[in-house]
């Protein structure tokens, strides 16, 4: 079913741009001040983005531009640079320094932020004390893990500082008839924390559990009720690649693929629309950054964070370019390391947005879900950069940890002033 009429599109255009969305009821067009035309050259792709309604049980479709036109719907080569924008380091530590608050004698426990890990099952432990410490190293007042009884008291023993709820459960524990009963205690005792929290992060070491997902499917559905901030990794991104309404337009959720959990992705999201990711599911270097602002704009215009050489970000409406540091050792904990780095930053941007006067970082994005994806992935890279000069090929996560918050790890150039402000 077509649901938008544009003459001056071609059928197959229409087809692939808004179609098979059958609780659409209007679809409403607003493209910058550019006629909607085919002759239009500066805004040749349009992509549906779903968005709240106040019509029970339906939705409505905003139509939005995308600049350049994949090669095989153009018919020549793409220029997926000119979409991108790489963040210089003045950048970068400008966004940090913007988006951290300063240490505030006044200020009270859990004000610089709470978060909370959805993760932590037997076979995996280490992955959310990761994300967990990180997000206290980097200056969350509280950071909690929610996971199995299983990894509770292992967790617990690595740190105290680590507030420890061994409220998930798995198949293999509860005997059939009871999951009901079982489900509806794990989601009691979730519901009355999560409105404390000001981020959740849902995947590290959450195991593939079938029992344990549904479990988390509806933690998700809380959080976004109550507009909580949402990073997904590890195997939440399996959750979310399987089910993706439970994250499609919600624009607090930040998804942080590797570069094959990013692929199985576009084959799932874009399995009916391969031509809008040039008529293919393999992901192509020189086209990543048109494939994810593509990507996250079918997803309703959430924030993809596309971990790699490059880390790309966007949120359909730009793609942001983070390749300063890094390091070539790539042991495992890193990304659990990302994912608790972008959820301080992130709940720091939000919180701040509403009273923050400099207006410069609207050059980059109005949107703070965007600038704590950016802040998140600039310090991991140049935590892991330093751990690296340092260790070399015996770096592991841990080393990384160990310099998270240092000033060193935020000394920008030209006197930018370091995220460890007072």
Known sequence: MILCRIASFPKFFLKDVCSSEKSAVKCSYSLCNHTITRHCKRYQILHCIPYSSTIPGRQRLIISCVQQTPASIQ???????????????????????????????????????????????????????????????IGADLSHVFCTQDAATVIKSYSPELIVHPVLEESYNIKFDEKESVRKKVLEDVKKWIERFDCLVVGPGLGRDPFLLE??????????????????????????????????????????????????????????NLNLVGGKQEIDENDAPQQLQILAG??????????????????????????????????????????????????????????????????????????????????MRKAASLAFEQHKRSTVTTNIIEVLGNRSVALGINKVEPYCRM
């Open 298 to 379: 079918r997803m309703g215009g959430l924030t993809i964070l596309q971990k790699g050489k490059v880390d790309l970000i966007s949120d359909g409406n730009a793609v942001y370019g983070v390749s300063m540091f890094g390091s070539p050792r790539r042991c495992g904990g890193q990304g659990d390391i990302l994912s608790g780095s972008v959820a301080v930053f992130s709940s720091w941007a939000r919180q701040g947005a509403a009273s923050n006067k400099d207006d410069t970082l609207f050059r980059f994005s109005s949107n703070p879900v965007i600038l704590g994806a950016i802040a998140g992935s600039v310090l």
């Open 215 to 272: 479990c988390v499917a509806e933690i998700i559905q809380l959080a976004r009720q109550r507009n909580t901030p949402i990073v997904i990794d590890g195997d939440g991104l399996f959750l979310v690649t399987n089910n993706p309404e439970l994250v499609a337009g919600y624009p607090l959720a930040i998804l942080t693929p590797n570069v094959n959990e990013h692929k199985r992705l576009v084959q799932k999201v874009m399995e009916q």
């Open 75 to 137: 018919g020549k080569s793409s220029e997926s640079k000119s979409l991108m924008e790489n963040l210089s380091q003045v950048d970068a530590y400008q966004i940090i320094n913007a988006v951290t608050p300063p240490l505030d004698q006044g200020r009270h426990k859990g004000q610089a932020g709470k978060i909370a890990v959805i993760g932590g099952c037997r076979e995996y432990t280490g992955a959310p004390y990761f994300a967990a410490i990180s997000a206290l190293k």
